[in-house]
Nanobody, 129 residues
Framework: QVQVVESGGGLVQAGGSLRLSCTAS????????MGWFRQAPGKEREGVSC????????YYSDSVKGRFTISRDNAKNALYLHMNSLKPEDTAMYYC??????????????????????WGQGTQVTVSS
């Protein structure tokens, strides 16, 4: 049984930092492209950042580019999102997701949600002004 579990969310002041973590079990982690998505109340789900199975390719949405860094540790089946210079508009539920592919096919339009098979329950990030 595949399980994807996020952690690390919380309340932080604008300009602060947080590190989100995600662990995935029940799958061959290095067969999967991994991604972080977020959804704020009343807004559509957004693809924030993705990383290829090897960690050699990355995608960042324009809204987080230069502030967020994605990384993974295949030995630990872990995915991370380092978030710096947080803004109130970053407030959302953040989800970790796994897509079974070693092919990097993400273009500037962002990840396709349908490619991601396994999703976590989410971790809340709230940035106060």
């Amino acid at each position: 049984q595949v399980q994807v579990v996020e952690s690390g969310g919380g309340l932080v002041q604008a300009g602060g930092s947080l590190r989100l973590s995600c662990t995935a079990s029940g799958l061959s982690f290095d067969d999967y492209m991994m991604g972080w998505f977020r959804q704020a109340p009343g807004k559509e789900r957004e693809g924030v950042s993705c990383i290829s199975w090897s960690g050699g390719s990355y995608y960042y949405s324009d809204s987080v580019k230069g502030r967020f860094t994605i990384s993974r540790d295949n030995a630990k089946n872990a995915l991370y999102l380092h978030m710096n210079s947080l803004k109130p508009e970053d407030t959302a539920m953040y989800y970790c997701a796994a897509a079974k592919t070693r092919r990097w096919a993400i273009d500037k339009t962002g990840p396709r949600f349908g490619d991601f098979t396994y999703w976590g329950q989410g971790t809340q990030v709230t940035v106060s002004s």
